[in-house]
């Protein structure tokens, strides 16, 4: 049987991507490469998110060539789509294709289009790719020029595609999109993310939606008070804050403040007391003094955030930040991206233990964590769980006693 290896680097949506992908393969009768054979197709999904991500992404190129001297290689992505010379000079690529290309090698046919909006249902908690694609060219980012305008999913075709997951047996899905605070605005006629949730709410197709990623000034009051009402939609949102200081914000093309996010994360604090609420920080945007870090550094601290990501910037050719003066020195990024993330893992570790002595509902995943043999498992305000129990707790809504924290490792028994 021919076989395929598909490596991916990047965002949620990249993995999603290639695992639709995969999918799709082995409905034609393609089996995954094993590990030390060698396989007929080698797709390489590309991310260009930094200047390290686009690096990263011709290496990994490199290997799967040399890994596979024999292989069709397909490079499709975002690096793919921004940067085609650059993987052209390369050899050994036979094909390069954009989020709207055709995927054709000499054995399989098929329409990267169609994957736009599919599911990935190989996992416990399968993403639903709802929305893709952004209009609003944030000075630091590459992807609204990588992935093109917003398009979304029609309301119906998402219910229907949370149906079928329910129907194959999942208690979870996680919307995701590029910016999925856009959702709706695109069709016809328009609609948006706090209509289709409202929707959902209705029909209650599924125990459990989660969201991915949403911007601040897209958090509706609407949504707030939904999840806040409802048993079903997980008390967990994640916020792309990226600076805490006005004046980088403004640089950034950022169309919020401070203070807008200082209130938007009380008044969901308010309303879910027990909810987990997660941010993006970009940290040694060009022009980010000491005291603009500062405000960022204090304003995490004293609000209620669970987690952070904490991404150092980096230049991106193509966009408008990449020409920007007073860049702050790599040396200080460095430093800065610490301090933040040792600031991350306290306010982690500090969310963690409110919850030790509680009982909650745990969504065991079909594998086990591999250093302690332990089920893993996720609650709604997504608290990872290490769970001792047997293998028919597997892929169920479980009760679970938090027992301790150690090591920011959250460790659990069935109740
Ligand atoms: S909202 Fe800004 S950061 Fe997010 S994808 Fe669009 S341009 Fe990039």
């Given at each position: 049987?021919?076989?395929f290896?598909?490596?991916?680097?990047?965002?949620?949506?990249?993995q999603?991507?290639?695992?639709?992908?995969?999918?799709?393969?082995?409905?034609?009768?393609?089996?995954?490469?094993?590990?030390?054979?060698?396989?007929?197709?080698?797709?390489?999904?590309?991310c260009?998110?930094?200047?390290?991500?686009?690096?990263?992404?011709?290496?990994?190129?490199?290997?799967?060539?040399?890994?596979?001297?024999?292989?069709?290689?397909?490079?499709?992505?975002?690096?793919?789509?921004?940067e085609?010379?650059?993987?052209?000079?390369m050899?050994?690529?036979?094909?390069?294709?954009?989020?709207?290309?055709?995927l054709?090698?000499?054995?399989?046919?098929?329409?990267?289009?169609?994957?736009?909006?599919?599911?990935?249902?190989?996992?416990?908690?399968?993403?639903?790719?709802?929305?893709?694609?952004?209009?609003?060219?944030?000075?630091?980012?590459?992807?609204?020029?990588?992935?093109?305008?917003?398009?979304?999913?029609?309301?119906?075709?998402?219910?229907?595609?949370?149906?079928?997951?329910?129907?194959?047996?999942?208690?979870?899905?996680?919307?995701?999109g590029?910016?999925?605070?856009?959702?709706?605005?695109?069709?016809?006629?328009?609609?948006?993310?706090?209509?289709?949730?409202?929707?959902?709410?209705?029909?209650?197709?599924?125990?459990?939606?989660?969201?991915?990623s949403?911007?601040?000034?897209?958090?509706?009051?609407?949504?707030?008070?939904?999840?806040?009402?409802?048993?079903?939609?997980?008390?967990?949102?994640?916020?792309?804050?990226?600076?805490?200081?006005?004046?980088?914000?403004?640089?950034?093309?950022?169309?919020?403040?401070?203070?807008?996010?200082?209130?938007?994360?009380?008044?969901?604090?308010?309303?879910?007391?027990?909810?987990?609420?997660?941010?993006?920080?970009?940290?040694?945007?060009?022009?980010?003094?000491?005291?603009?870090f500062?405000?960022?550094?204090?304003?995490?601290?004293?609000?209620?955030?669970?987690?952070?990501?904490?991404?150092?910037?980096?230049?991106?050719k193509?966009?408008?930040?990449?020409?920007?003066?007073?860049?702050?020195?790599?040396?200080?990024?460095?430093?800065?991206?610490?301090?933040?993330?040792?600031?991350?893992?306290?306010?982690?570790?500090?969310?963690?233990?409110?919850?030790?002595?509680?009982?909650?509902?745990?969504?065991v995943?079909?594998?086990?964590?591999?250093?302690?043999?332990l089920?893993?498992?996720?609650?709604?305000?997504?608290?990872?769980?290490?769970?001792?129990?047997q293998?028919?707790?597997?892929?169920?809504?479980?009760?679970?006693?938090?027992?301790?924290?150690r090591?920011?490792?959250?460790?659990?028994?069935?109740?």
């Amino acid at each position: 049987m021919p076989k395929f290896f598909i490596t991916t680097l990047g965002c949620k949506v990249n993995q999603y991507e290639s695992e639709v992908i995969a999918e799709e393969l082995k409905s034609e009768g393609w089996v995954p490469a094993g590990p030390g054979e060698t396989a007929d197709i080698c797709i390489i999904h590309t991310c260009t998110v930094t200047q390290k991500a686009s690096m990263q992404s011709r290496q990994v190129i490199r290997q799967a060539i040399r890994a596979n001297p024999d292989a069709e290689i397909i490079v499709s992505g975002c690096y793919a789509r921004t940067e085609p010379d650059e993987i052209r000079k390369m050899e050994g690529i036979h094909q390069i294709i954009g989020h709207n290309d055709k995927l054709q090698t000499s054995n399989f046919k098929s329409h990267v289009s169609r994957f736009t909006f599919h599911v990935s249902d190989s996992r416990t908690r399968p993403f639903l790719k709802i929305q893709d694609g952004c209009n609003a060219f944030c000075t630091y980012c590459i992807v609204p020029y990588a992935r093109g305008r917003s398009r979304s999913m029609p309301p119906a075709d998402v219910l229907e595609n949370i149906r079928r997951l329910k129907q194959a047996g999942r208690h979870e899905v996680v919307l995701t999109g590029i910016h999925l605070g856009c959702y709706g605005l695109d069709l016809s006629p328009s609609t948006s993310l706090t209509e289709l949730l409202t929707r959902i709410c209705e029909e209650n197709p599924m125990d459990r939606v989660r969201l991915s990623s949403v911007e601040p000034h897209e958090l509706t009051d609407t949504i707030i008070t939904l999840t806040a009402q409802s048993d079903h939609l997980c008390h967990h949102f994640h916020i792309p804050l990226q600076s805490g200081d006005d004046g980088i914000l403004r640089r950034m093309h950022r169309p919020y403040t401070q203070a807008f996010f200082r209130d938007l994360v009380t008044k969901i604090h308010q309303q879910l007391p027990d909810v987990a609420i997660g941010a993006d920080i970009l940290v040694g945007f060009p022009g980010e003094s000491e005291r603009a870090f500062e405000n960022t550094y204090s304003l995490v601290r004293d609000l209620p955030i669970s987690y952070l990501h904490v991404f150092p910037f980096s230049p991106h050719k193509g966009t408008p930040a990449s020409t920007y003066p007073d860049k702050v020195p790599s040396k200080r990024i460095k430093e800065r991206s610490q301090q933040m993330r040792a600031l991350g893992n306290a306010k982690k570790s500090e969310f963690y233990r409110r919850f030790v002595g509680k009982t909650m509902a745990v969504l065991v995943e079909g594998k086990r964590e591999r250093k302690t043999g332990l089920l893993k498992g996720t609650t709604s305000n997504y608290i990872p769980v290490l769970v001792s129990g047997q293998d028919e707790l597997k892929n169920r809504l479980v009760n679970i006693s938090v027992e301790e924290v150690r090591d920011n490792l959250v460790f659990g028994v069935p109740s």
